[in-house]
């Protein structure tokens, strides 16, 4: 049994409205003479580089940009900017954007410090030492990428996601600035927040560290739930029920782009100490079969997989029900558990994520193929509460189809 746990972030982490301001001394101080922004045309087009050129000008730094990104990274977008990164030789890399952009720079970081090719490091610990200097800034509130230890990148001809999984892919800085989320239409605001909130429930309802099923030998990044990141989850959930509609509602809304923002780097602080699961292993499935972003399909998919593991859970489930905001005195804890799934559902349908698979396209012969894809997931499905078989993977996606 295993009853150590340790906790891994970003070397170093500046938040706050304005924090952009900040990134010429920050590169500065890292040594730096030329910079590599990575990044897309929407966040060029958004005035979004120019907001990090000026800070960077001021110390003169030589900047280049590579806005090849694309969502849901494909591999021919990364091999892109290695391409313009080998050619440019920066000293520092900045990932900018959501998690697709942030998800591209570091692993051009990881093949700058080490050669090979990007799928030479896919999987677990793969990444043999530290990578290429690297700040990461978000422009979504979601992923939490600035300060995971993941890349999740698309192989299309191979059909699907793959992850290059390792505590070097944290990166030296993440600049979390509110400021640059304003610009997010509805819909990413609403795709990415509640990406956060699985990811906060992910860690939140996880098999607890001392039972992680962990083989001897084996090395994860992931270990299971743990009393740090418990309380960085609980945090990100009750901010996300406070601001995730608001956010959704009205972009300009500071207080909320802010709670918001806080929200995925704390859920991404206690997901990639802790792990995510169920969801996020049947998303993998849903976005080879439908195409959906990562936000889309894991908030459609958040409160079928609840339901599924409540009874494993009953005492988070409510707790979780509580910091979205219910009312649970005097409920018995089943009944305050499922309160948990019903404001999910509510959240879910005010900020417009589809209710069930069949809205994004998804039919039911369709259904047996993507439990079997999902049940090949095994590093993240070894982190749910309960155990699961491909049936159950079966049934919870049937009971999705809506
Ligand atoms: N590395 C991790 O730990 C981790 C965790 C969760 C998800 N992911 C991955 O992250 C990706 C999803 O990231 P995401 O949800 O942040 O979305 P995204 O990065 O895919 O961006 C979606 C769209 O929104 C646009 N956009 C982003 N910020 C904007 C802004 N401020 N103004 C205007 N437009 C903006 C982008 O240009 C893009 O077109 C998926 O590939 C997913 O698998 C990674
Ligand atoms: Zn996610």
Known sequence: MRTTWTFHNAEQLLFGRGA??????????????????????????????DQVRAPLAA???????????????????????????????????????????MD???????????????????????????????????????????????????????????????????????????????????????????????????????????????PEGERTVYQGRHPLADVLAERAIELVGRHLRSAV??????????????????AGMAFSNVGVAVVHALEYALNQAAHTPHGT???????????????????QMSRIAELLGEDIAGLDAETAANR???????????????TGMSEVGVTAEQVPEMAKAAFGVKRILRVNPRSVTQDDLESILQSALG
């Open 249 to 266: 509602e009205d972009g300009n809304d500071l207080e909320a782009r802010e709670g918001m923002a806080l929200a995925a780097t704390l």
């Open 104 to 214: 591209i720079a570091k692993a051009v970081a990881v093949v700058m410090a080490h050669g090979g090719s990007v799928k030479d490091y896919a999987g677990d610990q793969i990444v043999p030492g530290p990578i290429f200097p690297l700040i990461l800034m978000p422009t979504t509130a979601g992923t939490g990428s600035e300060v995971t230890a993941a890349s999740v990148l698309c192989d299309t001809d191979a059909g699907g996601k793959f992850g290059i999984l390792s505590n070097h892919l944290r990166p030296k800085f993440a600049i979390v600035d509110p400021m640059l989320t304003v610009s997010c239409p509805p819909k990413v605001t609403a795709a990415s927040g509640i990406d956060a909130l699985t990811h906060a429930v992910e860690a939140y309802t996880a098999i607890d560290n001392e039972d992680f099923p962990l």
């Open 297 to 315: 399909g894991c908030g459609l998919l958040l409160p079928f997989v609840m339901r599924f593991n409540a009874s494993a859970r009953l005492t």
């Open 20 to 49: 952009v301001g900040q990134l010429g001394e920050i590169a500065e101080s890292l040594g730096t003479r030329r910079l590599l922004v990575i990044t897309d045309k929407t966040l060029v087009d958004a005035g979004l580089v």
């Open 340 to 354: 948990a799934v019903t404001a999910v559902e509510r959240l879910k349908a005010d900020i417009g994520i589809p």
């Open 59 to 101: 110390v003169d730094i030589a900047v280049e940009v590579f806005d090849g990104g694309e969502p849901e990274p494909p591999l021919h977008a990364v091999n892109d900017a290695i391409a313009m990164a080998t050619e440019s030789k920066p000293d520092l890399l900045l990932g900018l954007g959501g998690g697709s952009n």
